[in-house]
DNA sequence: GCTCTGATTGTTAGCGCTATCAGCTGGGGC
DNA sequence: GCCCCAGCTGATAGCGCTAACAATCAGAGC
């Protein structure tokens, strides 16, 4: 299992193949098949060269061998701000799904969205010889960027809108939105307000999009809304303003975070939730069903992107060109932040 | 500066040294020195290496150069669920911080915290050739798994806890423990109660370790510490437990995810804060201060932690051995959930 | 003029592995 | 008996790069 110790003599350098190969009795060519293709050497073989290989703890050079294929066994994820839930979620997600198909994750954290900085990160992968990348990054410049990838190397992206000369795994932000405006119309409201996320980042677009084509479809009055900064600070300044309005009675906002402030917000301006004021949010952090109220909100499965994703990914590493699914849909949790509408 | 595609030829195969010297007029070695060692080239062979370089768009093999050099300029991470802020932050900071050292970041985030579970991770990086691992699993398997390392690769862990045959970079978590507690006591509250987190977990240690001590040299009552799993989910079931207990008017809880399950809890059975119960928190979520009421709370500074823990890695890698800082103090952050004892 | 020195560049070899083809064996078909 | 083929193993070469040493040259010193 481990290097032997019992032979007396301190372990000078880390074995090698032709170490192998000298202690099995055999060649190194059929040490490197033993292990990379073992049912064409004989099983008698193979024990022998298995048994020289744990004796000696031998553990293949991967720059020697990527130096021969050309593989790397590394994919490259590009993302920005991984100490956000959504990011880190999916980054979690593709990390477990690489590993189990044996390959290991090299990240590349932005600090800074922009074209230039994504052009960085892809380099800096690159540069690494990484057999492909995921960039996640769900932002106007992205998109940008992805436009001016040099080309040769597999590139999938999550949430980068159409338009986007690469795959792209997608959550179906319209959509996650249609239906919490449903929920809320449903409720009785005349309309619904939206606290939106930053106008340049992809998702916050097809949330607001969602939003709007469903009280345009109904006919309802279409309030103005504002962007925040995805902060819960964000949201508590943008929810103060809409506390002091008593025709607002029901608010969709952009992500969870955000709604944290606007709760705070309203609370403070003593308007109750969901009494006065239905809350709705988006994401379903772990945390959104211990606010107060317990909050509705809409869950995105990011470890379902983050594996298809991957996915996509192997799929166009491989050559392998089936089409996966490419679009998660997000779900209602209607907790008790929304409620039916004061009369 | 990108590959030229004005020769008419189409791209076959990426440019080697080889084709670097033979454009620029000089050997392969001096390319390499123009690249690696640009003072001992002449200033004008390395210009016309260089404009060759630019020609060609090419890359340096980073296994080719690992083959010979025996170094990669990889780094790995092993650590815990990235998805929850502490981790997720820390994995940041190490990120940045190679960055700006020419590093780039392998990660392997484990499924599960036990002693195997590391020892594959690491493995799994091994197998990559890092050149040196940072561990950031602050639990007790942590520790067990670090003494059963390989030897010859450079380890550092973060939030280890002592007693562990590698340089480890920690939050003080007693003091930080200290200040809330002595905090709360100063608040007029005759004694303070926690909810600490898994026992297993070393930080979770020290949090009780410090909250008991202070209570102790004080002479104050010592009650009993309930444990829960990090989430908010088990803060609200301890802290209906707590809240229905009247002589409860002080909480020390051990993260900010619990924190919140506790304010709900303490809502649900009609005790307010911080008028009847003070509550005060751990870590200093970026939500935290949008909670209900604001939340009084211990901030680490996990960036710090992770500069750190690189610093001082590099530092075991390139065989300097200067002592770097290698405890961070937490700061004690006071906003609203705590105040007076009631009368 | 001649040697010596330092700056610059080139040559050789090899890092550890696998692709490729060659060699060897034994058994089946005729 | 002979050939052929499949199954296994070995020899050789080379992936792209840099360490180590060798070679070259101009100018300094005598």
Redesign the pocket.
């Known amino acids: 299992m481990t290097p032997s110790s019992d032979d007396g003599r301190a372990r000078t350098?880390?074995a090698?193949?032709?170490d192998?190969?000298e202690l099995a009795?055999?060649?190194?060519?059929?040490?490197?098949?033993?292990?990379?293709?073992p049912?064409?050497?004989?099983?008698?073989?193979?024990a022998r060269v298995m048994a020289a290989v744990n004796k000696l703890g031998?553990?293949?050079?991967p720059?020697?061998?990527q130096?021969?294929?050309g593989r790397s066994g590394v994919l490259g994820v590009v993302s920005f701000d991984t100490t956000l839930y959504g990011p880190a979620s999916t980054l979690y997600a593709i990390e477990q799904a690489a590993r189990q198909n044996d390959y290991v994750v090299n990240i590349a954290s932005l600090g800074a969205l922009n074209r230039r900085s994504i052009g960085e990160g892809v380099e800096r992968l690159r540069a690494q010889s990484v057999d492909g990348i995921v960039i996640v990054a769900p932002h106007e410049s992205a998109a940008d960027g992805l436009r001016h990838l040099s080309p040769g190397l597999p590139v999938v992206a999550v949430d980068a809108g159409e338009d986007i000369p690469v795959p792209v795994v997608m959550v179906d932000q319209r959509g996650g939105a249609v239906r919490a405006t449903r929920h809320l119309l449903s409720l009785g409201h005349e309309t619904v307000w939206h606290l939106s996320g930053p106008p340049n980042w992809i998702d916050a677009r097809g949330r607001v999009e969602g939003w709007r084509s469903v009280l345009e479809a109904e006919g309802r009055p279409v309030p103005e809304a504002a962007a925040g900064d995805w902060s819960a600070y964000s949201g508590y300044r943008l929810g103060k303003r809409l506390a002091g309005d008593p025709s607002v009675t029901a608010v969709f906002v952009a992500n969870d975070q955000m709604t944290l402030g606007v709760l705070r917000a309203l609370r403070e301006a003593g308007r109750r939730v969901p009494e006065d004021v239905s809350v709705v949010g988006f994401d379903d952090v772990p945390e959104a069903a211990y606010f107060w109220p317990p909050l509705t909100t809409v869950r995105q499965n990011f470890g379902e992107v983050g594996r298809h994703a991957f996915r996509l990914l192997l799929d166009r590493i491989q050559g392998t060109e089936q089409e996966g699914p490419r679009i998660v849909e997000p779900e209602l949790v209607v907790r008790e932040s929304s409620g039916p509408a004061p009369h």
Request: hydrophobic share 40%; charged share 25%; no cysteine.
């Open positions: 350098r880390p090698v193949l032709d192998v190969a009795g055999v060649s190194a060519m059929t040490v490197s098949r033993a292990l990379n293709a049912d064409r050497v004989r099983p008698e073989t193979r031998y553990r293949p050079n720059a020697a061998r130096l021969v294929t």
